[in-house]
């Protein structure tokens, strides 16, 4: 399976966003997913995670701002980015991992995509 993350640019604080990744086979449909971030010379960090049936768990700056899903037709799971703030600016990556449950640590993550650069100017 690969993974596609897109929807990434330039907005200034208050905006919105939406972040797409696509997957290359319906198998991700089975498995828990999650969006983390990253900035240079930093720890990637856990955004959001959502499992098979749709639970959800947030990353604690993002919480009540960010909304994840999962579009199993598509193939597809999205981050809904609202009231972004200039500290939200970062690379963005979403993650297909092997196990079920919901997923923080980024080490248990098996495939990833290539980021997409989110800048939130203010």
């Known amino acids: 399976v690969q993974l596609q993350a897109s929807g990434g640019g330039l907005v200034q604080a208050g905006d919105s966003l939406r972040l797409s990744c696509a997957a290359s086979?319906?198998?991700?449909?089975?498995?828990?997913m999650g969006w983390f971030r990253q900035l240079p010379g930093k720890e990637r960090e856990l955004v959001a995670a959502i499992t098979s049936d749709g639970l959800t768990d947030y990353g604690n700056p993002v919480k009540g701002r960010f909304i994840v899903s999962r579009d199993k037709p598509r193939s597809t799971m999205y981050l809904q980015m609202n009231s972004l703030k200039p500290e939200d600016t970062a690379t963005y990556y979403c993650a297909k991992t092997r196990f079920g449950g919901l997923i923080r640590s980024p080490a248990l993550y098996h495939t990833w995509g290539l980021g997409t650069l989110v800048t939130v100017s203010s």
């Open positions: 086979q319906p198998t991700m449909n089975s498995y828990s």
